[in-house]
C-alpha cells in the first residue's frame, strides 16, 4: 500500500489523554461548572416568568416551597461553588488570553483556586450559621 | 535498579492481520540507564522480532521515537525506566493517529496539517540578504524557545481538542506558525495568519496546557498560539500588516 493510501484509509487509532496533568482537570471542570450554572440560569429564568405567566401568589407559593426544602439549600451551597470555581479559573484563563502566567498556569491554578476556596468556605460558614 | 526486572505491557496491532488491538506482556530486565527505547529494543532483539516501532537518533533530537508510555506521550529514548517510579510499564503507540503496526504510527495527518500553515519562510522581495534584526531591537520578537521543535508529535498525541476534531491543526503546527509569523522579514505573514486565524486553527485552543505538560523540549505551545490569537485580532482592526 502506498503512503497515500494509507493516509486516507481508516485505521485503528488510541485517544489516550493526558490525566496526570492539571490543565486537563481544570479544563473538565470550567466545562462541567460552565454547563451546570448555564442549566441553573434557565431554571432560575423560568421561576422568576412565574411571576409573569401566573401572578404574584403563585411566584410566592413556588418560591416558598422551594426555599424551604433543605435539599435545595445544599444544591445552593454547590452552585455557588461552581460559581466561585467558573469565576476563579475564568480569571486564570483571561490571564493567558492577555499573555500572563504560561510558565507558572499550574501554580496560578492553585492560588485562584486556595483563593476560591477561602471564599466558598465563607459563604458555606456564613450560611449555616 | 540493576538486577531487577520490570513488567512490560506492549500495545500490540498489525492493522492486515489482526481484527482488535492486544496487549503482550514481558518481563524484561533491567539495566544501567534503561530507557523505555531499551525496552522495546530489548523485545525486539531477544523475545519477539515482529514488534514494530520507530526511532533513530536516541538521542531526543529526531522526534521520531514518541509513544504513549504510562499515561503520557513521551519520547521513548529520552524516558528512563527509573524515572517513572514503577516497575509495570504500558507502552502504546502515539495517540491521535493512525497506527500502521504496533508502536509505529503514521505521521501523515501531523505533517498534512504542517503543510497548511507553509512552514517555511518567504523573504520579502524587496529584502537583499543578509537581513539583519539585531537581537536587541524591538523588530526582534522573542521566539528563540519555540524553534527547539523536533516535530515529535508528542502534543498531538496529547491534545484532546486533536483527539475530539481531525482537522485541528494541533500545537505544533500552530507553534511552527508563529515563529514565522513573528518575523517581520517574512512576506506571506497575513496569509499565514489567516490560515490559522480559524474556528479549527488556533481559536480551537482551550488552555488546557496537555501539550506544554508533555513537550520534550520544554516548549509552551500555548503561549505560541496565545501570540497568534493576538496578532488574529489585530489583524482584523487592521493593526497588523
Known amino acids: ?129 | 535498579m540493576s538486577s531487577q526486572e520490570i513488567k512490560a505491557r506492549i500495545f500490540r496491532y498489525d492493522p492486515e492481520q489482526d481484527v482488535e488491538p492486544r496487549f503482550d506482556v514481558y518481563t524484561i530486565p533491567v539495566i544501567k540507564n534503561m530507557a523505555i527505547l531499551d525496552v522495546v529494543f530489548h523485545v525486539q532483539n531477544y523475545i519477539d522480532k515482529s514488534l514494530a516501532f520507530r526511532c533513530s537518533c536516541r538521542i531526543g533530537m529526531c522526534g521520531s521515537c514518541a509513544m504513549y508510555i504510562n499515561g503520557k506521550p513521551r519520547l521513548a529514548c529520552r524516558t528512563q525506566v527509573s524515572s517513572l517510579g514503577t516497575s509495570e510499564v504500558t507502552i502504546m503507540p502515539l495517540p491521535n493517529l493512525p497506527i500502521i503496526r504496533d508502536l509505529a504510527t503514521d505521521m501523515e495527518p501531523f505533517f498534512e496539517k504542517w503543510k497548511k500553515i507553509k512552514p517555511y519562510y518567504v523573504g520579502k522581495p524587496e529584502l537583499k540578504d543578509p537581513v539583519v534584526i539585531r537581537p536587541d531591537s524591538d523588530e526582534r520578537e522573542f521566539i528563540d524557545q519555540m524553534l527547539d521543535c523536533i516535530t515529535c508529535g508528542c502534543c498531538y498525541g496529547a491534545c484532546s481538542m486533536v483527539a475530539t476534531n481531525e482537522d485541528y491543526l494541533g500545537p505544533a503546527a500552530l507553534n511552527r506558525a508563529y515563529t514565522l509569523v513573528a518575523d517581520k522579514r517574512d512576506s506571506i505573514r497575513v496569509e499565514r495568519l489567516k490560515a490559522v486565524g480559524r474556528s479549527y486553527g488556533v481559536w480551537r485552543c482551550h488552555d488546557q496546557f496537555n501539550c506544554a505538560e508533555v513537550c520534550p523540549k520544554n516548549l509552551v505551545p500555548t503561549k505560541s498560539i496565545q501570540q497568534l490569537k493576538k496578532r488574529c485580532v489585530m489583524q482584523k482592526f487592521g493593526v497588523f500588516k
Open chain 1, 1 to 129: 500500500m502506498s503512503n497515500r493510501e494509507m493516509a486516507v484509509t481508516p485505521r485503528f487509532k488510541t485517544h489516550s489523554q493526558v490525566w496526570s496533568a492539571v490543565g486537563m482537570w481544570a479544563w473538565m471542570l470550567h466545562r462541567l461548572t460552565g454547563i451546570g450554572i448555564v442549566l441553573y440560569l434557565l431554571l432560575h429564568a423560568t421561576l422568576m416568568g412565574t411571576s409573569l405567566i401566573r401572578g404574584a401568589e403563585a411566584f410566592n407559593a413556588t418560591l416558598n416551597t422551594l426555599m424551604t426544602n433543605p435539599v435545595l439549600h445544599l444544591a445552593e451551597i454547590a452552585l455557588v461553588g461552581a460559581i466561585i470555581y467558573h469565576g476563579m479559573n475564568g480569571i486564570r484563563l483571561l490571564l493567558f488570553d492577555i499573555g500572563i502566567g504560561f510558565s507558572r498556569q499550574k501554580e496560578i491554578f492553585w492560588v485562584s483556586m486556595a483563593i476560591g476556596a477561602a471564599m466558598w468556605i465563607f459563604v458555606i460558614i456564613s450560611k449555616l450559621s
